[in-house]
């Protein structure tokens, strides 16, 4: 437009736009909050040549239409899409060129016009952008936990340009026996509906590793549910959670075991404490959705001190960079970083493989793991006879004492250890083995061989058993049933400072 149209031309933008915004409704009363974006001009001091009058903008932005003032030669034109003014546009004529007339005043509301549809869609796109940005940075965990063992730092890099945000995520969860369970995944796809869908998987996976099932179980029911809800979506409305490639491992600090499986992820880089780093050899497995192969798991002892990094391709994969050249550099950063501090590490990994923003999302979550202390964990094999009962609760009890922890944690301890090993030798089978970890607070655990799994339930009043569980499930935080090989461990957590039985016990210091 400039020269041949006008002197000088200038664009403001009304300030919610240019966050994504759509601006309220102008009724020309206040002051407009506008910022000059676009300026051309034949002149060497323009802004003395655009003064439009207060007037003039308030009238234009009020009513959407354009206003010409032939005193000034000047002509404003509001930026109108789907009938909101997003901003103004102002051309401007020096002396002795004349005013507009009603041809070129048609003219610059229809370039206007156009450029306004232009706006709009760059400020529906920020907001989708930014709204997917919020979704995903809501359904990440803000923080991680630090279960027992296990040291965490965690890295999270949205993709730059026009791709938008993606679905990657991470995440740690305390597990029964102070073991984490540790998931890294990827969901293909960008914007919002990637987001969502990571957050529907995530909430999934966590819902699943409360079971205690292990990780290629895990990944296989989440494989069967993904195939369902994926399955009756038409061809234009496919499941973003097809294809979805998962990571799942679990960690063991007592016995130093990890295990895991994985779903057409990368698998991770383990770097030892002779600081030889190299990538886990795990089978691949299917991505999520798709069927056909098994998962299988992977179980390998960490030794002390050792570091995993468990990824997304985002981080080492680039159009200019093979993949094996990412995961060599990954390798070398995590070598040579080794023994710094775990977030100094996170920090450099992440600046020497991702100089720039990425043209993907990418996930980093390294974990350094540590074993629990011998003198935490103790084990007894209890004989199936109903008569070791006893000697069962007084080897727990010295043991609460060795431990310092006799106060009236020791009540609860032994009613929880009676319960669940006259279970085990009633209706289990041989061997029955008893196992307390003392974590922050206390972790009971019976195993047995027997494979049905005991239930909450309320006794009637004329009932002879049904109490001893709902009394363990009320005196401790939490229980559950975890299965292994060999066939089941019962396990509970016992706080230091355990509450009575809420309308069932009344007084302060209940006794056997």
């Not at 051309?91 to 048609?106: K, L, T, V």
């Not at 709009?120 to 919020?134: G, Q």
Request: glycine share 8%; net charge negative; proline share 9%.
């Amino acid at each position: 437009m400039v020269p041949e149209f006008a002197d000088t031309v200038t664009v403001d933008v009304l300030e919610p736009v240019l966050s994504g915004l759509e601006p309220p409704p102008y009724d020309g009363s206040a002051e407009p909050s506008l910022r000059r974006v676009a300026l051309r001009s034949c002149d060497a001091t323009p802004g003395a040549r655009v003064a439009v009058p207060e007037v003039t903008v308030r009238r234009c932005l009020a009513e959407g239409l354009p206003v010409s003032d032939p005193v000034t030669g000047s002509l404003t034109a509001p930026l109108t899409a789907r009938g909101a003014v997003l901003g103004l546009a102002t051309f401007a004529r020096i002396p002795p060129r004349g005013a507009f007339d009603e041809e070129e005043i048609s003219l610059a509301w229809e370039l206007v016009s156009r450029t306004a549809v232009c706006l709009d869609n760059a400020r529906r796109y920020t907001l989708e952008h930014a709204t997917a940005l919020m979704l995903q940075k809501d359904l990440l965990p803000r923080t991680l936990p630090q279960p027992t063992g296990v040291e965490i730092s965690h890295r999270y890099l949205p993709a730059a340009g026009p791709v938008g945000v993606g679905g990657d995520w991470y995440d740690v969860i305390p597990l029964s026996g102070a073991r984490a369970g540790l998931i890294v995944g990827d969901v293909a796809g960008h914007g919002m509906r990637a987001a969502a869908t990571m957050g529907r998987l995530r909430t999934t996976v966590a819902a699943l590793a409360a079971l205690d099932l292990a990780p290629d179980e895990l990944l296989s029911r989440l494989d069967d549910l993904v195939a369902r809800t994926g399955a009756p979506q038409p061809l234009d409305d496919e499941d973003q959670a097809l294809g979805v490639t998962c990571l799942y491992a679990v960690y063991d600090p007592v016995s130093r075991h990890c295990v895991l499986a994985r779903a057409g992820h990368p698998p991770p880089v383990l770097v030892t404490p002779e600081v030889h780093a190299k990538l886990v050899d795990l089978p691949a497995g299917p991505p999520l959705g798709l069927g056909g192969l098994p998962f299988e798991s992977t179980d390998i002892e960490l030794p002390e001190d050792s570091l995993l990094a468990l990824f997304t391709d985002g981080l080492v994969e680039r159009r200019d960079q093979d993949v094996d050249a990412g995961v060599q550099a990954l390798c070398d950063t995590l070598s040579r970083s080794r023994a710094q501090p775990l977030e100094q590490t996170c920090e450099g990994v992440i600046s020497t493989l991702l100089p720039v923003p990425p043209e993907d999302d990418a996930a980093l979550l390294l974990v350094r793991v540590h074993s629990l202390d011998e003198h935490l964990v103790a084990t007894w094999d209890i004989p199936a006879e109903p008569g070791e009962v006893a000697r069962t609760r007084s080897l727990a009890c010295d043991k609460l004492v060795e431990w310092n922890m006799e106060d009236e944690t020791t009540f609860v301890v032994e009613l929880v250890v009676s319960e669940l090993v006259t279970n085990a030798i009633r209706y289990g089978g041989a061997p029955v083995r008893l196992r307390l970890i003392r974590e922050h607070g206390l972790i009971v655990e019976v195993s047995d061989s027997g494979p049905p799994s005991p239930y909450l339930r309320r006794a009637a009043m004329e009932d002879e058993g049904g109490r001893g569980l709902f009394l363990v499930a009320q005196l401790t935080q939490r229980w559950g049933t975890r299965y292994t090989p060999s066939g089941k461990t019962i396990w509970t957590e016992v706080s230091r400072a355990p509450g009575g039985l809420p309308g069932l016990v009344g007084v302060e210091e209940p006794s056997l």
